[in-house]
Each structure stands twice: as structure tokens, then as C-alpha cells.
């Protein structure tokens, strides 16, 4: 999760639980960076995930020798769900940068030239397409029919052929940057070797 702290924290440490005879905990903090606070102090804000390890007198090394197995273990209990191999992990990542492009998609409608806001979600794309493509194949038989769509929250309306279709490309133009970069977030998930390389794999979709 991410956290906010005066410091930069170390990237591993371990100790033991005063409350927990013979446990330690292991923590991870990366991917630090600096932010600027109220009265221009400086924090940092990093992706922390801690976990729960027999504790001992060897408690320092056992931790740099498994570093990569408790960090998934660690990430693992963060999401819920065991994490046994970098794959795992990745799998996961690619799930969320999918997961974060459909939720900003759905948050963030497009304003077209007529003031209104109209859904970009993967499926009112492919209801705009099709509605688009049916209204081709009925001019092209010389049936009439209307088309008709719906800005969001409101009634669907008629709409001209042109009037919608540049509205659809509209909504294409917006959509794609976004749509690319979950493609790189994906390409550098499946190129990451390491668990800490495919935790430092980031996407922004504003």
C-alpha cells in the first residue's frame, strides 16, 4: 500500500515483535519518491508490504538470503491471495492495469461538442460500433429506421449517420492513448525478472 513518511525508509528491514515471542516482521518499502508538503517540507511517499517470519538470532540473514520469496509472500497477504512465483505476481499486475483502465474509463466520460458527456467504457464502444454497422447494412438494403443514442443519464435521441460516426471516432482518439499505455505497462509486467522489478512497473490513464 502506499505510505507517507518524513524519510526515506530503507528498502528492507526486519525485527522482531515486542508482542509476538519468537516473530518478527519483515518489511519492503519501494519505489520511493520525494513530495512536497504544506510549508514547502519534503516528504516521501513509497509502496510499503510487510510480513511475519519466525524470528532468531539468524533473523538478519535469512531475510537477505529469501528477499524475493518474502517480498511476493509479502505482497501476497497484501492482496489476499498467495503469491508462489514472480509469474503470479505479474499476472496479478497485468490484471490490475486492465482493471485500472476500465474503472478510468468509466469514471471519466467524454465532453463532445454538444456539452454532453458520453460513455467511453469497452462496452458502450461496442454498442456505438454496432449500432453504426446496423445502420450501414439497413441503408444499404434501403430499409429506414432511425438511430438513435444516448448521452450519459439521458434518453436515447436521433442522431444523423455523420453526427454519430465522428462521435465514435471521437471516443476512439480519446480511448486509445489510454488503451497504449496499459499495452506498455503490460510489455514491461512481462519483461520484469524480479518481483521488485514487476512491483516498479507503473501506469497513469489521467
Same mark, same amino acid.
Given at each position: 500500500?502506499?505510505?507517507?513518511?518524513?524519510?526515506?525508509?530503507?528498502?528492507?528491514?526486519?525485527?522482531?515483535?515486542?508482542?509476538?515471542?519468537?516473530?518478527?516482521?519483515?518489511?519492503?518499502?519501494?519505489?520511493?519518491?520525494?513530495?512536497?508538503?504544506?510549508?514547502?517540507?519534503?516528504?516521501?511517499?513509497?509502496?510499503?508490504?510487510?510480513?511475519?517470519?519466525?524470528?532468531?538470532?539468524?533473523?538478519?540473514?535469512?531475510?537477505?538470503?529469501?528477499?524475493? =520469496?518474502?517480498?511476493?509472500?509479502?505482497?501476497?497477504?497484501?492482496?489476499?491471495?498467495?503469491?508462489?512465483?514472480?509469474?503470479?505476481?505479474?499476472?496479478?499486475?497485468?490484471?490490475?492495469?486492465?482493471?485500472?483502465?476500465?474503472?478510468?474509463?468509466?469514471?471519466?466520460?467524454?465532453?463532445?461538442?454538444?456539452?454532453?458527456?458520453?460513455?467511453?467504457?469497452?462496452?458502450?464502444?461496442?454498442?456505438?460500433?454496432?449500432?453504426?454497422?446496423?445502420q450501414q447494412? =439497413?441503408?444499404?438494403?434501403?430499409?429506414?429506421?432511425?438511430?438513435?443514442?444516448?448521452?450519459?443519464?439521458?434518453?436515447?435521441?436521433?442522431?444523423?449517420?455523420?453526427?454519430?460516426?465522428?462521435?465514435?471516432?471521437?471516443?476512439?482518439?480519446y480511448v486509445?492513448?489510454?488503451?497504449?499505455?496499459?499495452?506498455? =505497462?503490460?510489455?514491461?509486467?512481462?519483461?520484469?525478472?524480479?518481483?521488485?522489478?514487476?512491483?516498479?512497473v507503473a501506469?497513469?490513464?489521467?
Open positions: 500500500m502506499k505510505v507517507h513518511g518524513d524519510n526515506k525508509p530503507e528498502k528492507i528491514s526486519a525485527n522482531s515483535q515486542p508482542n509476538k515471542l519468537g516473530r518478527a516482521w519483515v518489511r519492503f518499502c519501494l519505489n520511493p519518491q520525494e513530495e512536497t508538503l504544506e510549508n514547502d517540507r519534503t516528504g516521501w511517499v513509497y509502496d510499503e508490504y510487510v510480513t511475519e517470519i519466525a524470528d532468531g538470532d539468524d533473523l538478519q540473514e535469512r531475510v537477505a538470503a529469501q528477499a524475493d =520469496a518474502l517480498l511476493l509472500q509479502a505482497v501476497g497477504e497484501e492482496y489476499g491471495t498467495p503469491m508462489t512465483s514472480v509469474n503470479d505476481l505479474r499476472e496479478q499486475r497485468i490484471a490490475d492495469s486492465k482493471a485500472d483502465l476500465a474503472a478510468w474509463l468509466a469514471d471519466n466520460p467524454l465532453t463532445w461538442t454538444d456539452g454532453k458527456k458520453y460513455a467511453v467504457t469497452s462496452e458502450k464502444q461496442a454498442q456505438l460500433t454496432s449500432a453504426l454497422a446496423v447494412v =439497413a441503408e444499404s438494403a434501403g430499409v429506414e429506421r432511425e438511430l438513435r443514442w444516448n448521452s450519459t443519464g439521458d434518453e436515447c435521441t436521433v442522431w444523423q449517420y455523420a453526427d454519430l460516426c465522428a462521435l465514435a471516432l471521437a471516443i476512439a482518439a486509445e492513448p489510454r488503451v497504449s499505455i496499459q499495452q506498455a =505497462a503490460e510489455v514491461d509486467l512481462r519483461n520484469a525478472a524480479t518481483a521488485e522489478e514487476v512491483l516498479s501506469w497513469n490513464y489521467a
